[in-house]
Protein backbone atom coordinates (compact mmCIF):
# COMPACT_ATOMS: atom_id res chain seq x y z
CA UNK A 1 0.00 0.00 0.00
CA UNK A 2 1.07 3.26 -0.86
CA UNK A 3 0.52 5.99 1.53
CA UNK A 4 -0.84 9.21 -0.05
CA UNK A 5 -2.88 12.19 1.10
CA UNK A 6 -5.84 10.07 0.07
CA UNK A 7 -5.46 7.65 3.26
CA UNK A 8 -6.43 10.57 4.95
CA UNK A 9 -9.43 10.91 2.81
CA UNK A 10 -10.18 7.31 3.64
CA UNK A 11 -9.59 7.44 7.22
CA UNK A 12 -12.16 10.16 7.24
CA UNK A 13 -14.82 8.49 5.68
CA UNK A 14 -14.37 6.02 8.40
CA UNK A 15 -14.75 8.49 11.04
CA UNK A 16 -17.14 10.23 9.41
CA UNK A 17 -19.31 6.48 9.14
CA UNK A 18 -18.46 5.74 12.48
CA UNK A 19 -20.10 8.80 13.98
CA UNK A 20 -23.58 8.03 12.31
CA UNK A 21 -23.49 4.43 12.54
CA UNK A 22 -22.74 4.81 15.83
CA UNK A 23 -20.38 2.07 15.42
CA UNK A 24 -17.22 0.92 13.19
CA UNK A 25 -18.35 0.68 9.79
CA UNK A 26 -15.85 -1.86 8.99
CA UNK A 27 -17.70 -4.80 8.05
CA UNK A 28 -20.17 -2.31 5.90
CA UNK A 29 -17.01 -1.08 4.13
CA UNK A 30 -15.28 -4.58 3.48
CA UNK A 31 -18.63 -5.58 1.92
CA UNK A 32 -18.74 -2.39 -0.03
CA UNK A 33 -15.55 -2.67 -1.21
CA UNK A 34 -15.95 -6.58 -2.22
CA UNK A 35 -18.58 -5.16 -4.28
CA UNK A 36 -16.79 -2.57 -6.38
CA UNK A 37 -14.26 -4.72 -7.15
CA UNK A 38 -16.33 -7.13 -9.20
CA UNK A 39 -16.51 -9.70 -6.15
CA UNK A 40 -19.52 -9.72 -5.85
CA UNK A 41 -21.77 -12.26 -3.57
CA UNK A 42 -24.36 -12.17 -1.47
CA UNK A 43 -23.50 -10.06 0.96
CA UNK A 44 -21.71 -7.25 -1.33
CA UNK A 45 -25.24 -7.02 -2.75
CA UNK A 46 -27.00 -7.02 -0.01
CA UNK A 47 -25.13 -4.14 1.62
CA UNK A 48 -25.88 -2.30 -1.42
CA UNK A 49 -29.39 -3.01 -0.34
CA UNK A 50 -29.72 -2.02 3.06
CA UNK A 51 -31.77 0.78 3.59
CA UNK A 52 -30.11 3.59 5.45
CA UNK A 53 -32.18 3.71 8.07
CA UNK A 54 -31.30 0.50 9.45
CA UNK A 55 -27.68 1.43 9.19
CA UNK A 56 -27.98 4.53 11.25
CA UNK A 57 -27.16 4.65 14.61
CA UNK A 58 -30.53 3.33 15.88
CA UNK A 59 -30.00 4.60 19.44
CA UNK A 60 -31.27 8.03 18.20
CA UNK A 61 -34.72 9.03 16.73
CA UNK A 62 -34.92 8.59 12.99
CA UNK A 63 -34.49 11.81 11.27
CA UNK A 64 -37.63 13.52 9.71
CA UNK A 65 -37.02 16.40 7.36
CA UNK A 66 -34.10 18.86 7.02
CA UNK A 67 -31.74 16.64 9.22
CA UNK A 68 -32.65 13.44 6.69
CA UNK A 69 -31.52 15.38 4.14
CA UNK A 70 -27.86 16.31 5.98
CA UNK A 71 -27.35 12.59 7.40
CA UNK A 72 -27.81 11.76 3.10
CA UNK A 73 -25.25 14.12 2.51
CA UNK A 74 -22.74 13.12 5.10
CA UNK A 75 -23.24 9.40 3.99
CA UNK A 76 -22.94 10.03 0.41
CA UNK A 77 -19.75 12.10 1.49
CA UNK A 78 -17.99 9.40 4.12
CA UNK A 79 -18.73 6.84 1.20
CA UNK A 80 -17.16 8.65 -1.42
CA UNK A 81 -14.48 8.95 0.96
CA UNK A 82 -13.85 5.16 1.38
CA UNK A 83 -13.89 4.76 -2.16
CA UNK A 84 -11.58 0.80 -2.65
CA UNK A 85 -9.45 3.05 -5.52
CA UNK A 86 -7.57 6.15 -3.79
CA UNK A 87 -7.31 7.70 -7.04
CA UNK A 88 -11.48 7.94 -7.01
CA UNK A 89 -11.68 9.40 -3.81
CA UNK A 90 -11.63 13.03 -3.54
CA UNK A 91 -9.04 15.19 -2.12
CA UNK A 92 -9.59 16.86 1.33
CA UNK A 93 -10.11 20.22 0.33
CA UNK A 94 -12.78 18.76 -2.66
CA UNK A 95 -14.27 17.24 0.73
CA UNK A 96 -14.02 20.33 2.99
CA UNK A 97 -15.49 22.63 -0.07
CA UNK A 98 -18.58 20.17 -0.49
CA UNK A 99 -19.15 20.32 3.23
CA UNK A 100 -18.89 23.92 3.48
CA UNK A 101 -20.99 24.40 0.59
CA UNK A 102 -23.85 22.17 2.42
CA UNK A 103 -25.30 20.95 -0.84
CA UNK A 104 -27.53 18.16 0.21
CA UNK A 105 -28.79 15.38 -2.16
CA UNK A 106 -32.52 15.79 -2.58
CA UNK A 107 -34.58 13.35 -0.91
CA UNK A 108 -36.64 11.72 -3.34
CA UNK A 109 -38.19 9.34 -1.24
CA UNK A 110 -38.53 9.62 2.31
CA UNK A 111 -36.30 8.60 4.59
CA UNK A 112 -36.44 5.04 5.46
CA UNK A 113 -36.78 4.19 1.72
CA UNK A 114 -33.46 5.30 1.22
CA UNK A 115 -30.44 1.90 0.44
CA UNK A 116 -27.04 2.63 0.30
CA UNK A 117 -26.34 1.46 -2.96
CA UNK A 118 -28.51 4.89 -4.06
CA UNK A 119 -25.41 6.74 -2.37
CA UNK A 120 -22.87 5.27 -3.28
CA UNK A 121 -24.20 5.33 -7.19
CA UNK A 122 -25.31 9.36 -6.44
CA UNK A 123 -22.29 10.30 -6.02
CA UNK A 124 -19.66 9.07 -8.94
Request: hydrophobic share 35%; with cysteine.
Given at each position: ??????????????????????????????????????????????????????????????PAGQ????????FVVA??????????????????????????????????????????????
Open positions: MRVTTKCDVYSFGVVAMEMLMGKYPGGLISSLEHSDEGQGGGESESSRRLQLKDVVDQRLDALAGQVVFALSCVRTSPDARPTMRAVAQELAARRRPILDRPFGMIKIGDLTKSHK
